[in-house]
Every structure is written in C-alpha cells, then in structure tokens.
C-alpha cells in the first residue's frame, strides 16, 4: 500500500517507495507551483494518466545523463551540422509541451494531461520549467522540457515530428548545460532510447546527494538563451 496525500500532507521518504512497480511512493495531493518544486528537490516526480489520481514516484535505480556523456552518433552530428535546424531555448514553452502530449504510435495516450499543462506552464512562468526548441523550415520540429532548480535539471518529456528532432534538442540542452556547470539532466526511468544517448542508471542514494548539492547551487537566470558556439567542435 501506498499513502494517500492531503492537500497539506509532506511526502513520505523515498525509501519507503515500493520495489513493483519500481518507485510508486504516494497518490494524491495536487500539482500546485509548491508542491511540484518540493517533489523534484527530494527526487520525487509525477507520473500518471487522467483516469488515474496524482502519482508520485521516486524509483531505484534512476536514470540520468551526464551531460560531459552524451553520445553523438555520427549521424546525428551530421543532422546537426547540415539538417537544417534553428534551436532555441525558452521560445515556445507551452508548444513544446503540446507536442510532448501528441498520440505516439507506442502508447494509447498521454500522461500529459491539461492539469500538467497548467501546472507546468505556471513554473515556466515563474522561471523554473525551460524548453528546447527545434525549428525545420520555420515549424516546430522537436523539443524537450523540464524542470532547474539551481544547477539541476529534471527532463520531463521530448518529441520529434522530423527525424532527429528529438535527438538534437537534447544535444544543445546537455551541451548549454555543461557550459553552465550542470553534471546531469534526470531522465527519471530507463529506456533504450536514453540509453543510445549516453545515459545510465545510479542509485537512488547516489542520485539524492548529487541533487542535494546541484539544487543548492545559483540558478541560470529565466529565460534562458543559447550560446552561438555551442556545437563548433563537431
């Protein structure tokens, strides 16, 4: 069993989350500015469908990307050089989350729902929630979301609508957050996909102490913009 959150209840610790399914701590509560900066500063995210309550989760192992790790294929480093992409940081905050939310072949539907919308929208506005975006021929090709705090960044969700899309924005995201001393980007749970990127699983007491220190860090000044010279070494 898991506990059911009040409005003003705390979270439980992330040790008593359970091992199947791997990391569910607690449900209920709400998706208020508050309560999600709590969540993320103790390794604690939402996850959930709208015919389920709030679902919170905290899983062991935790996947993450250190961002001096990225792995740049060979063909993605052309598609960078020559694929004709513009990218940007902070430009289209709430497109990037509705194309994060469109039906994919692999799933019957979104966990982004309108209540994360909202509540993610209002962080965006309030300088904690930042997006990536990928331009092809003046149209939103791909992106990437999340969440800083201090020098810490949780990735929320990606897409891509032209091949690659994705791939490169999560490229830029780890390149600029190197430049500005950010270790890692938390991707939350292991996929193949992450995996190809350069990413890999450390355990949950690991990933709290470096989050512990990186949330305490000065944040990057909202909203954020990207350095031109990022990507001259490919």
Known sequence: MIPWLGLRDPFPPVEEALVEPNGLLAAGGDLSTERLL??????????????????????????????????LSRTLRRAMRGGGFTVTLDRAFQAVMDGCAEPRRDQDGTWISGDMLTAYTALARLGFAHSVEVWQDGELAGGVYGVAIGRMFYGESMFSRRTNASKVALAYLARQLEDWSFEMIDCQMSTDHLASLGAREIPRAEFLQRISRATGLPPVPSPWTLDGDLMLDL
């Open 38 to 71: 709590d969540a993320y500063g103790r390794g604690i995210f939402p996850w959930f469908s709208d015919e389920d309550p709030v679902l919170w989760w905290s899983p062991d192992p935790r996947m993450v990307l250190f961002v001096s790790e990225i792995h």
